[in-house]
């Protein structure tokens, strides 16, 4: 199954990047994350890495988000799987997905540790934080809509999906930008006091937000990814 | 072959009821009927993809949701929307899902290509529609299956083609053991080339019947409206003239027209057309249609 999903999503990968750039709204996040850090880019370089090492594996997460949400080719219920066979194929889809940004992130910790520029501490929390987050927009990924041409529409998935995913967008993007970019390092916080705990408040919250959104939809994806008709449903 | 019993689907406002029709191996049904009237929702049953709400389904003898993998296995599709990754080339896409079918013969596939003037190294999201059609056609080929069912592919066909791919759809069926299901609305093949004719109007089965007993069940009789008047009830549907009436008669063999009386046999497009005006309420009971 591992080697069939990864074979569809490389497949997949060259039109649904053609789709991703078609939309702008990804663009947005990618602005506000370079936005955010470039205030203190001009005050001290020193975090910069620490920054796009949590960063850039985040933005990988949306972009497999982009580059995958929303789409099944219909090809694919027609096809001789069973609803079993599918249900796995969702969940290696998921960790496949996931565990990408994830894997980056472990990378780049990994090197920024053996660099002595990050404590074993802090990295883990990053890895942690990108780890939620995309598990998160992975199973957003999953909500599929059975959809012949593979456009990218909405479809199969609840309302508060598109809501949830924006709350865990912001808060993924906050919890990491203090995490890295202010307090630095938990071992040896640039800031204490305030910053450290809004630091601590915006990666529980995250966390939370990302396990409340991964219970509540996961099911559903599957349920919708399993049937070509729970997937429509919805669209009538 | 293909088995249904009072089968019934709704989809939002649309209902699909007590569908009962019954196809025998090694025959072509044909599957006609106006744009919304259920042909589709009706092979996406008979494809497992929607289930029904109530009455039985039986393709090659399972039930499509029960025996979702046996029966899809069996199965050859061509539907007229896009299917399969545009971004990857004919010979990729059949590779990557064929995998999926245990019978899948590459060599098959490129057999038909070479047969259907394809290339398999074309990228699918450059091929016109009736080239990805034909694609699909040669995909569901590739994977010997039991059953076709083929929505709508005629229309982007062009006459040439049409013609071949009636040839191989009759040597399809030329062992006895496998059948296929064509819906269209392009009617003129059908004629030529359907055993059995299955008739959708508006969700519900008008008639399913072999295409020589169709043949006899109607005539279209036109001449002086006072003398079509004399067949009665017989008469479903009338379109009235400057110069006489035509109208849409449930024929029997028993039945004598006036020598006056001009009778021919319908076409299925004929049959289609007066079946809806019937639908319409344009007999003599109802409002007459001028024409």
Same mark, same amino acid.
Request: a positive charge; hydrophobic letters at 45%.
């Given at each position: 199954?591992?080697?069939?999903?990864?074979?569809?999503?490389?497949?997949?990968?060259?039109?649904?990047?053609?789709?991703?750039?078609?939309?702008?709204?990804?663009?947005?996040?990618?602005?506000?994350?370079?936005?955010?850090?470039?205030?203190?880019?001009?005050?001290?370089?020193?975090?910069?890495?620490?920054?796009?090492?949590?960063?850039?594996?985040?933005?990988?997460?949306?972009?497999?988000?982009?580059?995958?949400?929303?789409?099944?080719?219909?090809?694919?219920?027609?096809?001789?799987?069973?609803?079993?066979?599918?249900?796995?194929?969702?969940?290696?889809?998921?960790?496949?997905?996931?565990?990408?940004?994830?894997?980056?992130?472990?990378?780049?910790?990994?090197?920024?540790?053996?660099?002595?520029?990050?404590?074993?501490?802090?990295?883990?929390?990053?890895?942690?934080?990108?780890?939620?987050?995309?598990?998160?927009?992975?199973?957003?990924?999953?909500?599929?809509?059975?959809?012949?041409?593979?456009?990218?529409?909405?479809?199969?998935?609840?309302?508060?999906?598109?809501?949830?995913?924006?709350?865990?967008?912001?808060?993924?993007?906050?919890?990491?930008?203090?995490?890295?970019?202010?307090?630095?390092?938990?071992?040896?916080?640039?800031?204490?006091?305030?910053?450290?705990?809004?630091?601590?408040?915006?990666?529980?919250?995250?966390?939370?937000?990302?396990?409340?959104?991964?219970?509540?939809?996961?099911?559903?994806?599957?349920?919708?990814?399993?049937?070509?008709?729970?997937?429509?449903?919805?669209?009538? | 072959?293909?088995?249904?019993?009072?089968?019934?689907?709704?989809?939002?406002?649309?209902?699909?009821?007590?569908?009962?029709?019954? *196809?025998?191996?090694?025959?072509?049904? =044909? +599957?006609?009927? $106006?744009?919304?009237? @259920? &042909?589709?929702?009706?092979?996406?049953? #008979?494809?497992?993809?929607?289930?029904?709400?109530?009455?039985?389904?039986?393709?090659?003898?399972?039930?499509?949701?029960?025996?979702?993998?046996?029966?899809?296995?069996?199965?050859?599709?061509?539907?007229?929307?896009?299917?399969?990754?545009?971004?990857?080339?004919?010979?990729?896409?059949?590779?990557?899902?064929?995998?999926?079918?245990?019978?899948?013969?590459?060599?098959?596939? *490129?057999?038909?290509?070479?047969?259907? =003037? +394809?290339?398999? $190294?074309?990228?699918? @999201? &450059?091929?016109?529609?009736?080239?990805? #059609?034909?694609?699909?056609?040669?995909?569901?080929?590739?994977?010997?299956?039991?059953?076709?069912?083929?929505?709508?592919?005629?229309?982007?066909?062009?006459?040439?083609?049409?013609?071949?791919?009636?040839?191989?759809?009759?040597?399809?069926?030329?062992?006895?053991?496998?059948?296929?299901?064509?819906?269209?609305?392009?009617?003129?093949?059908?004629?030529?080339?359907?055993?059995?004719?299955?008739?959708?109007?508006?969700?519900? +089965?008008?008639?399913?019947?072999?295409?020589?007993?169709?043949?006899?069940?109607?005539?279209?009789?036109?001449?002086?409206?006072?003398?079509?008047?004399?067949?009665?009830?017989?008469?479903?549907?009338?379109?009235?003239?400057?110069?006489?009436?035509?109208?849409?008669?449930?024929?029997?063999?028993?039945?004598?027209?006036?020598?006056?009386?001009?009778?021919?046999?319908?076409?299925?497009?004929?049959?289609?057309?007066?079946?809806?005006?019937?639908?319409?309420?344009?007999?003599?009971?109802?409002?007459?249609?001028?024409?």
């Amino acid at each position: 199954m591992w080697k069939m999903v990864a074979g569809d999503l490389y497949h997949g990968f060259k039109p649904g990047f053609k789709r991703f750039m078609e939309q702008t709204a990804y663009i947005f996040p990618m602005i506000f994350w370079n936005l955010l850090i470039a205030p203190l880019i001009l005050v001290s370089g020193q975090y910069i890495l620490l920054y796009y090492a949590g960063m850039l594996p985040m933005m990988s997460a949306v972009i497999l988000f982009g580059v995958y949400g929303g789409t099944v080719n219909k090809v694919f219920y027609l096809c001789p799987l069973s609803g079993d066979e599918r249900r796995k194929y969702f969940v290696v889809s998921w960790g496949i997905r996931a565990g990408l940004p994830v894997f980056f992130s472990l990378l780049f910790e990994a090197v920024l540790c053996l660099l002595n520029r990050v404590s074993l501490q802090t990295a883990f929390l990053v890895v942690l934080t990108v780890a939620f987050f995309s598990a998160a927009m992975s199973v957003y990924a999953g909500s599929m809509n059975r959809n012949s041409s593979g456009a990218a529409r909405s479809g199969g998935m609840p309302a508060g999906y598109t809501a949830w995913g924006a709350v865990i967008l912001m808060l993924g993007i906050f919890a990491m930008f203090f995490l890295t970019a202010l307090v630095g390092d938990v071992k040896k916080p640039r800031f204490n006091g305030m910053v450290t705990v809004f630091m601590w408040m915006l990666f529980f919250a995250h966390a939370l937000a990302v396990l409340f959104v991964t219970a509540r939809y996961f099911r559903r994806a599957i349920g919708c990814m399993v049937c070509y008709e729970n997937g429509r449903k919805r669209e009538l | 072959m293909l088995q249904l019993e009072h089968v019934e689907k709704r989809l939002g406002n649309f209902k699909l009821s007590d569908i009962t029709f019954e *196809l025998p191996k090694g025959y072509i049904l =044909g +599957l006609i009927g $106006k744009n919304g009237a @259920g &042909k589709t929702t009706l092979l996406h049953l #008979l494809m497992g993809l929607y289930t029904a709400d109530a009455g039985k389904i039986r393709v090659l003898g399972d039930d499509p949701k029960t025996q979702e993998v046996r029966v899809k296995r069996r199965i050859g599709w061509v539907l007229s929307e896009d299917l399969f990754g545009a971004g990857q080339t004919l010979g990729g896409n059949a590779d990557m899902y064929g995998k999926y079918y245990p019978e899948y013969s590459r060599a098959k596939f *490129l057999e038909y290509c070479g047969r259907f =003037g +394809l290339s398999p $190294k074309r990228l699918l @999201g &450059k091929c016109s529609k009736g080239e990805k #059609l034909k694609f699909q056609f040669a995909f569901a080929l590739s994977h010997a299956p039991k059953l076709l069912l083929l929505d709508e592919p005629t229309a982007s066909f062009d006459p040439e083609f049409r013609d071949e791919f009636f040839k191989v759809i009759t040597e399809f069926i030329s062992d006895g053991e496998r059948g296929v299901v064509l819906a269209t609305h392009l009617t003129a093949d059908l004629d030529r080339y359907a055993d059995y004719v299955a008739m959708l109007e508006q969700g519900k +089965l008008v008639f399913c019947m072999e295409r020589c007993e169709l043949a006899d069940a109607y005539r279209i009789v036109s001449g002086e409206e006072y003398k079509l008047r004399l067949l009665g009830d017989k008469v479903l549907s009338v379109e009235s003239g400057k110069y006489g009436a035509k109208a849409f008669v449930k024929h029997s063999r028993r039945m004598a027209y006036d020598t006056a009386l001009c009778v021919s046999v319908p076409t299925l497009e004929e049959i289609m057309f007066y079946h809806a005006m019937w639908q319409n309420g344009a007999g003599f009971t109802g409002n007459l249609r001028k024409g």
